[in-house]
Nanobody, 121 residues
Framework: QVQLVESGGAVVQTGGSLTLSCVVS????????VAWFRQAPGKEREGVSL???????SYNDFVKGRFTMSRYNAKSTVYLQMNALKPEDTAVYSC???????????????WGQGTQVTVSS
């Protein structure tokens, strides 16, 4: 059974930092893309960062220079280091695994339940 479990979400003040983790079990991420998404209340889900199977990483414009994604295939784990957090970063952050041929548009086969990040002003 494939499971994706995110952790690390918390309440932080504007300008603070958090590191999110996504641990994948029952599946090797080595040959797949892994992405972070977020969804704020009343808004559509949006892609945050994508780590492709080839090793390259891309970011949505709204997090460039602030967030860093890393992956450790041997541990089937990815991280999202978030710095200089803003209130508009408040959302549920989820990770997803799949071929990701179309970037944030997928396809993604497996999703985690998400972890809440709240940035207070």
């Amino acid at each position: 059974q494939v499971q994706l479990v995110e952790s690390g979400g918390a309440v932080v003040q504007t300008g603070g930092s958090l590191t999110l983790s996504c641990v994948v079990s029952g599946f090797s991420i080595e040959h797949y893309g892994v992405a972070w998404f977020r969804q704020a209340p009343g808004k559509e889900r949006e892609g945050v960062s994508l780590s492709r199977r080839g090793g390259s990483t891309s970011y949505n414009d709204f997090v460039k220079g602030r967030f860093t994604m890393s992956r450790y295939n041997a541990k089937s784990t990815v991280y999202l280091q978030m710095n200089a957090l803003k209130p508009e970063d408040t959302a549920v952050y989820s990770c997803a695994v799949g071929e990701a041929r179309y970037g944030f548009w997928g396809p993604y086969d497996f999703w985690g339940q998400g972890t809440q990040v709240t940035v207070s002003s």
